[in-house]
């Protein structure tokens, strides 16, 4: 479902809360505010948790981000590394980790080789805690280093997208979107109809466009107004506030009207 216009939050119609049982999100920049997990943002997934209701993140963050967001945040489900993992929590409280079945054989020496041609540039403080990809700082990296990386992963036949903090590279035939829907009949089996029908997708940046197109809601943070000509893809609503901010309001918003 392609967007070419979003309308503000403001305008969202309580009666569309009333269906909503599944709030999936972004996590960086939506969730969080220039790395900080806000309190009001913490009350939010709180909030879900308490209405009995399921919150599944979706993000480029790295396996070892991810393995702290399922033990300690109110969240049931993450699927990290832009698709490459899903990570949940058995019923006797362990966590549990499940590969993507496309992510190629060959990817420990791909990574590598991608490594050792990118030396120079600058990776993401996290790269130590990521198993299948490699993230480049976009801030501590110039705009045409950015273009290079972009350059050379395509030379080793990798996949990228960008986030509002990093390049992020990796080779299988996967993105945020891909895995959401490879994963789903794991999450919720013979319920992926259902799923969409009730379910809100959060998203601040570039790489959330095909999450955006998926979901028929999708909530958007100010930051895609900001740089609103580079999407392709808008998403239903934007936040008036950023970050952690926007996604305590738009929270808040439909919780109040359930």
């Not at 969730?31 to 599944?56: E, F, V």
């Not at 993507?100 to 041609?117: A, C, F, M, Y």
Request: proline share 4%; aromatic share 12%; with cysteine.
């Amino acid at each position: 479902m392609d967007r070419k216009c979003a309308i503000p939050f403001s305008e969202f119609p309580s009666s569309s809360a009333k269906d909503i049982r599944y709030f999936v999100s972004d996590v960086d920049d939506t969730i969080t505010s220039k790395g900080k997990l806000l309190p009001l943002s913490l009350n939010a997934l709180w909030n879900i948790k308490r209405a009995g209701l399921d919150t599944i993140l979706v993000t480029g963050g790295s396996s070892g981000w991810a393995d702290v967001y399922i033990r300690q945040w109110p969240v049931d489900y993450v699927i990290a590394e832009s698709g490459a993992l899903l990570l949940s929590i058995s019923k006797d409280g362990d966590v549990l980790y499940k590969k993507n079945p496309t992510i190629i054989d060959e990817v420990d020496e791909l990574r590598e080789e991608l490594l050792s041609k990118t030396k120079q540039y600058i990776l993401s403080s996290d790269q130590y805690a990521r198993i299948y990809d490699v993230a480049f700082d976009k801030k501590k990296n110039m705009p045409e280093d950015i273009d290079k990386i972009k350059e050379i992963a395509l030379s080793l036949g990798a996949s990228f997208t960008e986030s509002s903090i990093h390049l992020n590279v990796w080779f299988g035939s996967y993105d945020k979107r891909n895995g959401l829907l490879l994963f789903l009949p794991d999450i919720y089996p013979g319920k992926e109809q259902e799923f969409f029908e009730k379910a809100v997708y959060f998203g601040d940046s570039y790489n959330d466009q095909p999450l955006f197109s998926l979901f028929n809601l999708s909530i958007g943070m100010h930051s895609v107004e900001d740089s609103r000509s580079d999407f392709d893809n808008l998403p239903t609503y934007i936040t008036k506030g950023y970050g952690g901010y926007g996604f305590a309001e738009a929270v808040g918003k439909i919780l109040k009207n359930k």
